[in-house]
């Protein structure tokens, strides 16, 4: 379907009567959000059967349940994916296609607040497809989130929330505000951030703060607590939890660098949420300013919209970037990931088209040419990551790409006979996580991931026990087998830790190739067979 048959889809989807968009089957903007995120898995899941980076660590963690698996984020995205590991066991296809629902719905989420507050269809949909063109959503996000594609859902779901108790008020209403408020808190603790400002600032809106009914709110802070109690009480009643979480929250606010490194790391964070966008947009305006061409006609009459809606959006991301940037000034706090200003900047290319729409000569046919634009480029993007992942990978990808190690023969090595389970220890959640996945059975042990997973493997069950490392991976240094042990305890091993070392293997292990040959020297890998009774390989573990 060319590009402007895909717009002329979506200004009329977003023409029709409200009955007629009530369905999300029958709206093409909808589904084009969920075309994009789950396409984009599908290439991701066809290019290479390893997980990526931070879905490593997520699959590995979600071996056993637990109410809560890190010192410095929420548990939601673990629990999601403990769920569905449970159901269906662990795999690639499992997180990559949880993160294309949480971002679809997430996307829909915040696309039907905003439909009711635009006036031109096109410049909803505009907003929209502008997403594709920042690097972050447009490629960024398919590499290397997890619990920050959460917090991506939550904010969606929140804006939902709150626009639907603003615009119809009923007790169900402010219930739903409530879940989605501890959604996003049990996402990711940056929420509260973007819940602060988002409430400061619909409450500084005279026409918002006249519709919220005080007792109603309290329902919604009822079952926002109830929501969030899970976590609260892993806080407050596991040995020393609320201690740990405090410490790994500071470790991440504060910081030693320099006040001008922090503030360039700020810069280069944020550049993902601006580029390309900036500059298709600064080119089509200016484009359109140098024809000096009469604005097209309406595609349809334009909506009474929500004047109140793009204040709202404006001072919330105002506010929260004016947080950032104090933490900058007064802690020399050091965002050196474009992850840590997701809840700032997510809604900036939505309040871009929104600001837009309110202009009394509104450039129907400059924004009719970036959603072109735009729809083409997704498409160019879509192309260019089918090409890297099915055809050329992973002779263009770096030397230090774990992505396309081929796992395959290792597993087949280690996996344990019929009646055992498996323990594997390893010195990284790439590692372990691609392990996972393939060999049945099995539990992987990492240092910093796993000390939940040890207590549920510690029942006497006949194992066989097997530390694996890189022993030559790209530009690592090379490591033995007591560098490995004490690396994958994350201490120096004891005398009787060591002495469970035995048979000790050195196997060359292969690229995942598609059309063309690996470039890169193919990884070492080290295996060494570990005393299947040690406490290292769980307590009361037996190899018989």
């Not at 109690?229 to 500071?250: H, N």
């Not at 360039?264 to 298709?280: E, G, K």
Request: charged share 15%.
């Amino acid at each position: 379907m060319r590009p402007k048959a895909i717009e002329g889809l979506f200004v009329r989807a977003a023409g029709e009567s409200d009955a007629a968009r009530a369905s999300l089957l029958g709206d093409p903007t909808a589904l084009g959000i969920a075309a994009f995120f789950f396409g984009h898995a599908l290439i991701r899941v066809l290019g290479s059967s390893n997980l990526g980076l931070d879905d490593d660590e997520a699959v590995v963690q979600a071996q056993v349940w637990q109410l809560l698996y890190s010192d410095y984020n929420p548990p939601l995205f673990t629990w999601l994916t403990f769920a569905l590991q449970s159901l269906l066991g662990p795999s690639l296809a499992l997180v990559e296609f949880l993160e294309a629902a949480l971002l679809t719905a997430g996307g829909i989420f915040l696309y039907r607040a905003a439909l009711p507050a635009f006036r031109h269809g096109v410049a909803l949909q505009a907003g929209i497809a502008g997403y594709g063109l920042t690097a972050i959503y447009g490629w960024g996000i398919f590499e290397e989130y997890s619990h920050s594609i959460a917090l991506i859902f939550a904010i969606g779901f929140t804006v939902w929330a709150l626009m639907r108790a603003i615009r119809r008020g009923t007790h169900l209403d402010y219930a739903i505000l409530g879940v989605a408020i501890g959604v996003g808190v049990l996402s990711k603790y940056l929420y509260l951030l973007f819940a602060a400002a988002l409430a400061g600032s619909a409450l500084l809106r005279r026409e918002y703060r006249e519709r919220l009914v005080l007792p109603r709110l309290a329902l919604t802070a009822v079952v926002a607590l109830a929501a969030i109690s899970p976590l609260l009480f892993g806080l407050l009643a596991l040995d020393g939890q609320t201690a740990r979480t405090a410490a790994g929250l500071a470790e991440r606010i504060g910081s030693s660098v320099s006040l001008p490194r922090a503030f360039r790391n700020l810069l280069r964070s944020a550049l993902p949420f601006v580029l390309p966008l900036a500059l298709y947009l600064g080119l089509v305006f200016l484009l359109d300013r140098r024809r000096s061409a009469r604005p097209a006609p309406e595609p349809d009459p334009p909506r009474p919209g929500d004047p109140a809606f793009v204040p709202l959006l404006r001072d919330a991301t105002i506010a929260m970037v004016a947080a950032m940037v104090l933490a900058v000034l007064v802690l020399r706090t050091n965002f050196y990931n474009a992850r840590y200003l997701i809840a700032p900047l997510t809604l900036s290319p939505l309040l871009a088209f929104a600001w837009i729409d309110r202009w009394g000569a509104f450039p129907a046919a400059a924004v009719g040419r970036f959603l072109r634009t735009a729809l083409v480029t997704i498409g160019v993007v879509a192309g260019v990551r089918i090409l890297l992942y099915l055809l050329l990978a992973p002779p263009l990808c770096p030397t230090r790409c774990a992505t396309f190690v081929d796992y395959a023969a290792i597993a087949e090595r280690i996996a344990p006979a019929p009646g055992q389970i498996g323990v594997i220890r390893t010195v990284h959640s790439r590692i372990a996580a691609n392990l996972l996945i393939r060999v049945p059975d099995s539990f992987v042990l990492v240092p910093g991931h796993t000390a939940g997973v040890e207590a549920a493997i510690a029942n006497g069950l006949p194992r066989r026990c097997t530390l694996v490392w890189f022993q030559s991976f790209g530009p690592d240094p090379p490591m033995n087998e007591a560098e490995a042990l004490a690396a994958a305890l994350g201490r120096a091993p004891t005398a009787e830790e060591s002495g469970a070392l035995a048979e000790v293997e050195t196997v060359t292990g292969a690229w995942q190739a598609n059309l063309l040959p690996a470039r890169d020297p193919p990884p070492v890998f080290g295996l060494a067979e570990l005393d299947p009774s040690s406490p290292i390989c769980g307590a009361h573990g037996s190899g018989a």
